[in-house]
């Protein structure tokens, strides 16, 4: 079985600051790592994913996650935020083999101060 | 392509009513999921199928809880007297390829349907 922790529920940072979102996985088996973005009253969005390669992936709005095995982390960064990144933040894992379902942490909530 | 949908958007019950929502989603994916989401927590999953096949069903979906997908296309889930406990978030996904052929599948969700019952 696999496990997700997200251990901020809620992050208030000022604009334009540099933002880090925090997730750790547990798992006896190798496992695909993901982040989704829920917006206000939005469906959960794909923002980026770790499938194998490079352990740094980059979604196409300036965040980007590092995939460390050792820490079986797979934290989320931004250098600088903006208001439009408020919004509700979920890590998510799926192993290799098996079974098809996503396990999620229970998320982080973002908000920006002007 | 009007990403997946997912109806009603709310629904207020009261306890022992039977509720159905309904998921249509993306037209060529033959995969859809749901999942529910209570407050202060992430999706859990509870069910998928493949085409019209339910594949898989969670431990979470107890016997008052059905989901049907009686043509490959649109699913229902419905359930049957209502407890409080059951107030949530319900999320409908569908991808096209399963997550072991193409890599790593994309889910996309509906916005949902919120459930409350009193």
């Known amino acids: 079985a696999q496990s997700v922790t997200q251990l901020d529920s809620q992050v208030p940072v000022f604009e334009e600051a540099p933002v880090e979102l925090r997730c750790n996985y547990s798992?006896?088996?190798?496992?695909?790592l993901f982040w989704y973005v829920q917006y206000p009253n939005q469906g959960l969005q794909l923002l980026l994913k770790?499938?194998?390669?490079?352990?740094l992936v980059e979604s196409i709005n300036g965040f980007e996650a590092e995939f460390n095995k050792s820490q079986t982390s797979f934290h989320l960064r931004k250098p600088s935020v903006h208001i439009s990144d408020t919004a509700e933040y979920f890590c998510?894992?799926?192993?290799?083999?098996?079974?098809?379902?996503?396990?999620f942490g229970t998320g982080t909530r973002l908000t920006i101060i002007p | 392509d009007t990403g997946v949908s997912q109806n009603p958007r709310h629904k207020i019950t009261k306890r022992g009513q039977n509720v159905t929502f309904r998921c249509d989603p993306i037209?060529?994916?033959?995969?859809l999921y749901w999942y529910r989401q209570t407050l202060g927590q992430g999706p859990e999953f509870l069910t998928y199928?493949?085409?019209?096949?339910?594949?898989?069903k969670s431990r979470l979906l107890s016997d008052r809880f059905s989901a049907e997908r009686p043509k490959g296309s649109f699913s229902t889930l419905e359930i049957q007297r209502t407890e409080q406990g059951d107030s949530a978030m319900y999320l409908c996904?569908?991808?096209?390829?399963?997550?072991?052929?193409?890599?790593?599948?994309?889910?996309?969700f509906g916005a949902g349907s919120r459930l409350t019952v009193l």
């Open positions: 037209s060529e994916h033959n995969r």
């Open positions: 996904a569908s991808s096209f390829h399963s997550i072991f052929v193409s890599g790593a599948n994309v889910l996309t």
């Open positions: 770790y499938l194998s390669g490079s352990t």
């Open positions: 998510a894992v799926i192993p290799y083999f098996g079974n098809e379902k996503l396990t």
């Open positions: 199928f493949q085409n019209e096949a339910q594949l898989e």
């Open positions: 798992s006896s088996v190798s496992v695909y």
